[in-house]
Structures are given as structure tokens and as C-alpha cells.
């Protein structure tokens, strides 16, 4: 039997808010992986959170985007372990 693969799902993760050092991710940043993406790519749509940490690129089909989202801050994930 011959596996044809229907889905890729790719995740990119930005440092941590609360963690030093690495570039910030805002609206510029993703605008220009946005415009570099789409030469290689037929992303149609891009999608950024209105406080611009985060972004979605949509293919032509409901199979295909790249989502690019902070990891949760430790600050987040001690809050999610004591409830």
C-alpha cells in the first residue's frame, strides 16, 4: 500500500515573551517571511493577531498553513499546572 501524503503541518515557534535574547516577532518581521514565503509558496492569505505575535499562512485548500505562535510564557504554564 502506497501512503499519499494529504496534510504537512509546520510550526515555527518565537522565543517566549518573557525569555531574552531572541529577535521580537511583530508585524514588520512577519510581513517580510510573508513576502519572502510566497515566491517559493502559493500561500493566499496571511493572518496576523491583532497585537502581532502571531500569524497564519493560508494555502489554497484547507490542508495547507504555516502557523507561527510564541510557545506559552512560564509565567502562563505556572498558572496552567495549579488549576
Known amino acids: 500500500m502506497d501512503l499519499i501524503p ?3 503541518i509546520a510550526g515555527l515557534f ?3 515573551p518573557d ?3 531572541g529577535p521580537p516577532v511583530n508585524v ?5 517571511f510573508w513576502a519572502e514565503v510566497t515566491q517559493t509558496y502559493p500561500y493566499r492569505q496571511l493572518q496576523i493577531a491583532p497585537d502581532g505575535s502571531q500569524a497564519q499562512l493560508l494555502g489554497a485548500s484547507q490542508d495547507e498553513a504555516v502557523i507561527i505562535q510564541p510557545p506559552l510564557s512560564k509565567s502562563v504554564m505556572r498558572s496552567l499546572s495549579t488549576h
Do not use: Q
Open 28 to 32: 514588520e518581521r512577519l510581513n517580510r
Open 6 to 8: 494529504k496534510v504537512l
Open 19 to 21: 525569555v531574552p535574547g
Open 14 to 16: 518565537t522565543p517566549p
